[in-house]
């Protein structure tokens, strides 16, 4: 099976985690993109979606399911979203696509995470994956010396040979290098450096499920 047919089936295992009736918190990313494409099967079913990213919004919109603002949701049942790492305890590494503030924020308001990975995703200590620490521009370099004082390499990421704007108008720094042993207390101290936006560690507030892509079929990590 190819990468993307497991990205596939894990998106098509997550409409069961879908319930009658509500709004859905949806993530960004190419195996999110799969669960909308699924989603718009089912879009009768559902109330509507909440969207991490503007590509997202813009991609439930084409499948024609109502968009929420968050301001406008109380509660959702479950937020489902793709991860670029994720350890045996839930935690994840996300932001590969640079929505991670708002995933971050949009699955805070959900009951539960379910993380929807092929198995290549799947590690015993994270951060083979450069984390993704989305800043206030100005603060760039300052987090960068902070980050690189950690141990971590950390490069601005660029689009067209530009700074990569994220949809909050700001900067990502991928930082390479570490070796992520305690996954919680590097999301908290990477928190509250001054001009951190949000740093890519899910940890505090981590997967409950994980449907995970193998090529013998669709396995659910619960934790
Ligand atoms: C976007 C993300 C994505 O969930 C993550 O990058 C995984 O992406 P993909 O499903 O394309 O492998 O965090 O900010």
């Not at 509500?22 to 979606?49: C, H, P, Q």
């Not at 305890?89 to 932001?95: E, L, N, R, T, Y």
Request: aromatic content about 4%; glycine content about 12%; some cysteine.
């Amino acid at each position: 099976m190819t990468q993307d047919e497991l990205k596939q089936a894990v998106a098509r295992a997550a409409i069961d985690y879908v319930a009658e009736g509500e709004i859905i918190g949806v993530g960004t990313g190419s195996t999110a993109n799969f669960f909308i494409d699924e989603l718009g099967k089912i879009k009768d079913r559902i109330k509507g979606a909440v969207a991490s990213s503007e590509a997202t919004a813009a991609r439930l919109k084409s499948h024609g399911i109502p968009v929420f603002d968050l301001n406008e949701v109380e509660r959702m049942s479950v937020y489902i979203d793709g991860a670029d790492e994720i350890d045996h305890s839930g935690a994840m590494i996300k932001g590969g696509g640079g929505a991670l503030t708002r995933e971050k924020i949009v699955a805070s308001v959900a009951d539960r995470f379910i993380c929807i990975a092929d198995e290549s995703k799947l590690v015993d200590v994270m951060g083979r994956f450069p984390l993704p620490v989305e800043v206030i521009p100005m603060a760039a370099k300052a987090v960068g010396r902070a980050l690189a004082h950690l141990g971590a390499s950390p490069v601005l990421r660029s689009k067209d040979g530009r700074p990569y704007v994220t949809d909050n108008g700001c900067h990502i720094l991928d930082a390479a290098g570490l070796q992520i042993d305690d996954p919680k207390a590097l999301e908290r101290q990477i928190n509250q450096w001054p001009g951190v936006v949000s740093v890519g560690l899910f940890a505090v507030q981590g997967a409950a499920v994980c449907l995970l892509g193998t090529a013998g079929g669709v396995r659910t990590l619960a934790f």
